[in-house]
């Protein structure tokens, strides 16, 4: 047996109690703080560090921070508005004061509780949902949320694990990163000298040669929602979660009446981020007119997935006379392409589809790797949290 299961059996054989957060562990204010004061006050070698909402970390010295209450024991600050997590601390720090923290007399404790939340975290997202436009939990979230409480020496053993086992797994993120980066480096190498390659057997064309430039009718907000039967895109939705939804009516009619993708046409995005590119899938979506646009394209001269590769290198004419740059149809109808055989082509994709893979797939390559070792770390990290609890 482990020493963790010696002390299970020996200390709590029947269970651990639970308690409610604010009923064993001391609540920290912060400090009220603006954010241009934080931009003023920020300095690289500062020896307190502030937390406020999002990702936004800064480094100050204590002298500069006006009505400073300096954190200067271990803690567990909750980030409860934007990015709701839970950050373990040790050095002195504060943070903006519509946050809180949470500190215990054993420094042992604080790091259980930091792992606890860390391991349940989702339950708190998920109570920061509907909470306004910007998520965002109350106090009450935390301070009512129960945790199990086993005795110290059994707090002690499982922090210990863990600690090494996070260590561990930073260690190989880190690795498997660097070699996605080198990786994604190599792709790219690859990418641009196959598709440039001075072949006097290619020819160029322009875009306008190959098929028309479509888009979707416009849908009006009015026919939209928040939930319905087909996901609407825009700009900077598609590819990720929609925007709205529409009708299946309303999709079956303007699919039967309008310009409308095929499965496996190139989406390209013609205004705010410029040529970002998603293959259409062939399921049932809906895009914003003028400003998700694909070549209609018969595949006769050039492969679709040859021109998805080509995009990522094509410097797009963009029109920057309105408010937001803009890549027009006639932008693209001009745009000039050189292409090699059919045959060819398709040797080109097979090569960069590879090369996608193992830079970009989440369900194979190095991405998949690392969200691997991610979810076996909070297997584990679940796994060792989990506690009966004792009855009276």
Request: glycine share 6%; charged share 25%; with cysteine.
């Amino acid at each position: 047996m482990s020493k963790l299961d010696n002390l299970l059996d020996e200390l709590c054989p029947n269970g651990v109690e639970f308690e409610k957060i604010k009923d064993v562990f001391t609540r920290l204010k912060g400090t009220p703080i603006t954010a241009a004061k934080m931009k003023e006050i920020a300095t690289a070698d500062g020896n307190v560090r502030i937390f406020a909402g999002g990702k936004t970390v800064i480094n100050a010295n204590e002298k500069d921070i006006p009505n400073a209450n300096i954190i200067r024991v271990p803690a567990v600050l909750v980030q409860s508005r934007g990015v709701i997590d839970f950050v373990y601390y040790e050095e002195p720090f504060t943070f903006k004061n519509e946050m809180w923290a949470y500190t215990a007399d054993e420094k042992i404790a604080v790091k259980f509780l930091y792992y606890v939340l860390k391991n349940n975290i989702q339950s708190f997202r998920d109570a920061a949902s509907g909470m306004g436009s910007l998520p965002q939990i109350s106090l009450p979230v935390t301070e009512e949320f129960k945790i199990p409480l086993p005795p110290l020496p059994v707090q002690s053993e499982i922090v210990k694990i863990l600690d090494n086992f996070t260590e561990l797994t930073a260690e190989l993120t880190a690795e498997l990163t660097a070699e996605l980066t080198a990786r994604r480096k190599q792709y790219e190498y690859y990418r641009d000298k196959l598709l440039t390659a001075n072949d006097t057997s290619r020819t160029t064309i322009s875009l306008g040669d190959i098929g028309k430039v479509s888009m979707c009718k416009r849908i009006m907000k009015s026919e939209t929602s928040s939930s319905g039967d087909v996901p609407f895109f825009k700009i900077g939705t598609f590819g990720k979660e929609p925007d709205a939804y529409i009708t299946q009516e309303k999709f079956e009619e303007y699919r039967s009446t309008f310009s409308f993708p095929k499965k496996g046409d190139i989406l390209i995005s013609a205004a705010g981020t410029i040529g970002r590119t998603v293959i259409y899938d062939g399921e049932p979506a809906y895009y914003q007119d003028s400003n998700i646009v694909w070549l209609d394209n018969d595949e006769s001269l050039v492969l679709n997935k040859y021109l998805y590769y080509y995009y990522q290198l094509q410097p797009w004419a963009v029109s920057t006379g309105g408010t937001i740059a803009r890549l027009y149809n006639d932008n693209i109808s001009k745009a000039q392409v050189s292409i090699p055989s059919l045959e060819e082509q398709a040797h080109i994709v097979t090569i960069l589809d590879r090369f996608d893979a193992l830079c970009n797939d989440l369900t194979s390559g190095l991405p998949a790797e690392i969200a691997a070792r991610q979810k076996q770390y909070e297997y584990y990290r679940d796994k060792l949290l989990t506690f009966k609890e004792l009855t009276a």
